[in-house]
């Protein structure tokens, strides 16, 4: 599961307290494999996400809840809004929740590579493996 930070900036959740988006992740069937439900959290001074959501553990599910940090970055116009990871505290656009996990964390804490990158290291073995060299 991967929550952007853009998704929530755009639903105005950092301007309304009391507003709250619902990500799903569907397959391909329409079946929703699983939702996180994000609202702002109205007991801290500093801008903080509640994440809702529910994990596998064995046969049963267990409800989780975690509290991820925002961070501004100032600009000429404006700023940029990142999430400060709940583990390394490092600016994040992306969190990720890999199966077998059970906390949101940056890409780097979970040790997942960004799609995009691993499209490239497919793309560099195919042509390694086919014997085209690729320049350019």
Request: proline share 7%; net charge positive.
């Amino acid at each position: 599961l991967c929550v952007p930070i853009h998704r929530l900036v755009r639903a105005g959740i950092l301007k309304d307290p009391a507003g709250e988006l619902c990500l799903q992740w569907k397959d391909s069937d329409g079946k929703v494999l699983n939702s996180v439900t994000v609202c702002r959290s109205v007991f801290s001074e500093d801008p903080t996400f509640i994440f809702r959501f529910w994990i596998s553990a064995g046969p049963a599910w267990q409800k989780m809840e975690q509290q991820v940090p925002v961070t501004y970055t100032a600009l000429r116009h404006g700023r940029n809004t990142w999430f400060a990871c709940p583990r390394c505290r490092r600016r994040s656009r992306i969190l990720v929740l890999p199966p077998e996990r059970d906390e949101f964390a940056c890409r780097i804490c979970h040790q997942v590579a960004s799609p995009a990158r691993r499209d490239r290291r497919g793309k560099a073995r195919e042509s390694r493996e086919s014997g085209v060299l690729g320049i350019g």
